[in-house]
């Protein structure tokens, strides 16, 4: 435990100092949102307004951690994983640890476009289920943190960077982030339903509106929370022997 | 039993084998090596002789092909998870982002009996680096940190491969001080080099690898005598090199700048076949001599 304490303030130390990082996951979404928001609120279009304020957010959080899992690939070239694998350090720990504190760099994000949406465009909710919202904005986009640890374990930096650009751009749309999941083309509906984001969003978006959450979401995620854990887990044990 | 106080060898290689895909000859070729608690070992050999690969296998980090490798009576991974075994390995294994003493309070959270932080910076010659980012260090302070890093879990077995390479000679002369010092403790410590000065002056024990294979193990006096003999330098009178070779005791002959270098195991016969020659010389092999015998470097 002591050893997980003293890896997770390291890793925290790292994320704090990561200043650009820090900076352009938290001004995307933010810029995003605004563009958006102001549409909408242009049309008098309040749930829009609301879908967006959670969206964004969720659009945030998912940058900020596949930005930062797929990074792992660079400490991997530097030799660093090698180095931890040469310690007491097991890969369970790195990859919670490294999942965690991607995790962390998704805070600023969700935080700021919840601040956003109650400050600048009057969207209104519980204090209750403000703190739901941010706390499964949160959770939620643990599946994908260690996807993208995992996808950093297994690819060159270059590789890892652009796979996770491409996967965030990708699972956005059929998420479901940028419009609804029903106005997509038909098929495209089905396909949605079983991807993360999807579900992440739609138990974020019933949290703010303060539904009791499906259980069919619940379970495609804590499905994929599994599944990804498992990949990462292989793919740190595969990926710190060599390089 | 707690793992490794008990048990008097630190490290057991047996018939280690190790090819890598579309390597026309294997890296590491049948290795048989026992290092005692204790013992200050140099694995000595060319660039490729199947250092690096052997290192990795004695860490865990490389599966063999073949064989078995035991760190004091355990698989490689259960004496690094213990906290056993500590490694420098050739290049990396930096971090970006955090100062030094962030970086050595890590690693020493890690291990369970971990050295005294002022002791470690002390040791590796980081006194006022401690504050410093590890990323904005030069080559050599980084080496230093790497060195400190891998003693700071007081590790029964210190593993370094090729850990001069960095280093200027100020700093490699205090890297080898500081790993006597730690020896003198008790503990076991392998270092891989293709420097013979560096094997010479610091290991109590040479192994030579060559094509993957142990050629040669004893202290560095012992591999000098057993393998090169003596050496007789003159003037070059003339004569054609494979005549040379010919003479009695001879073992290798070449002509160089003038002069001609012999190397023989019986002196006395050779120059008393040679005659008179102008320029004599008649020393014993020096470590590098015995190198070239047993590996085969120079032909």
Do not use: I, S
């Given at each position: 435990m002591d050893m997980t304490l003293g890896y997770l303030r390291l890793e925290a130390t790292r994320l704090v100092r990561n200043i650009s990082f820090l900076m352009v996951s938290l001004v995307t979404p933010l810029v995003m949102y605004v563009v958006l928001a102001n549409k909408a609120r242009g049309a008098q279009d309040t749930e829009s307004l609301s879908f967006l304020t959670v969206t964004m957010a969720a659009f945030g959080a998912m940058g900020a951690v596949l930005n930062s899992g797929s990074g792992i690939a660079e400490d991997r070239a530097g030799g660093w994983l090698r180095q931890l694998r040469l310690m007491p350090v097991r890969p369970a720990q790195v990859v919670g640890v490294r999942a965690l504190t991607g995790m962390l760099g998704a805070v600023p994000p969700v935080l700021a476009v919840q601040l956003a949406g109650a400050?600048?465009?009057?969207v209104h909710h519980s204090p209750a289920q403000w703190a739901a919202t941010v706390l499964v904005l949160w959770l939620g986009v643990a599946p994908l943190a260690l996807l993208a640890l995992g996808v950093g374990h297994l690819l060159r930096p270059q590789l890892a960077q652009a796979v996770s650009v491409a996967g965030y751009v990708l699972l956005s749309v059929v998420g479901g982030l940028?419009?609804?999941?029903?106005?997509?083309?038909h098929w495209l509906q089905g396909v949605s339903r079983v991807t993360p984001v999807n579900r992440y969003a739609e138990l974020a978006l019933d949290a703010a509106h303060g539904r009791a959450p499906h259980a069919a979401a619940l379970l495609v995620l804590a499905g994929w929370l599994l599944a990804s854990a498992g990949f990462a887990l292989v793919a740190c044990r595969r990926g710190s022997r060599a390089a | 039993m707690e793992i490794g106080q008990t048990a008097a060898t630190a490290v057991r290689l047996s018939g280690l084998r190790k090819s890598y895909p579309g390597?026309?000859?294997?890296?590491?070729?049948?290795l048989d090596l026992t290092i005692r608690r204790g013992e200050m070992v140099a694995l000595l050999?060319?660039?490729?002789?199947g250092k690096s690969t052997t290192v990795a296998m004695m860490l865990g980090l490389l599966e063999p092909d073949e064989g078995r490798v035991e760190l004091f009576g355990c698989p490689a991974a259960q004496a690094v998870r213990a906290g056993q075994v500590s490694a420098m390995m050739q290049e990396g294994g930096l971090v970006s982002r955090v100062t030094v003493a962030e970086l050595i309070r890590f690693v020493r959270r890690a291990f369970p009996r971990p050295l005294p932080t002022a002791e470690i910076l002390r040791a590796a010659g980081l006194e006022g680096l401690a504050r410093k980012r590890v990323d904005r260090l030069s080559g050599g302070q980084a080496q230093r940190v790497r060195f400190a890093m891998a003693l700071?879990?007081?590790?029964q077995l210190l593993v370094l491969d090729e850990?001069?390479?960095?280093?200027d000679v100020e700093a490699r002369r205090e890297l080898w001080a500081a790993l006597r010092r730690y020896a003198a403790r008790g503990r076991t410590i392998v270092f891989s080099t293709h420097y013979l000065e560096e094997a010479d002056a610091n290991a109590d024990r040479v192994v030579v690898i060559d094509r993957g294979r142990l050629v040669a193990d004893g202290t560095s006096a012992e591999l000098k005598q057993a393998a090169a003999g003596r050496i007789i330098g003159f003037a070059?009178?003339?004569?054609?090199v494979s005549q040379l070779a010919?003479?009695?005791?001879?073992?290798e002959a070449e002509t160089r700048g003038g002069r001609v270098r012999l190397r023989t195991v019986d002196a006395d016969a050779t120059l008393a076949a040679l005659g008179p020659v102008r320029g004599l010389e008649v020393t014993g092999a020096g470590l590098e001599d015995a190198f070239v015998a047993l590996t085969g470097a120079g032909r």
């Open positions: 400050l600048g465009y009057g940028w419009a609804p999941v029903d106005k997509l083309p | 390597g026309a000859a294997p890296a590491v070729d049948g050999g060319r660039n490729g002789a700071a879990g007081d590790p850990p001069t390479a960095a280093l070059d009178p003339g004569m054609p010919m003479l009695p005791g001879v073992l």
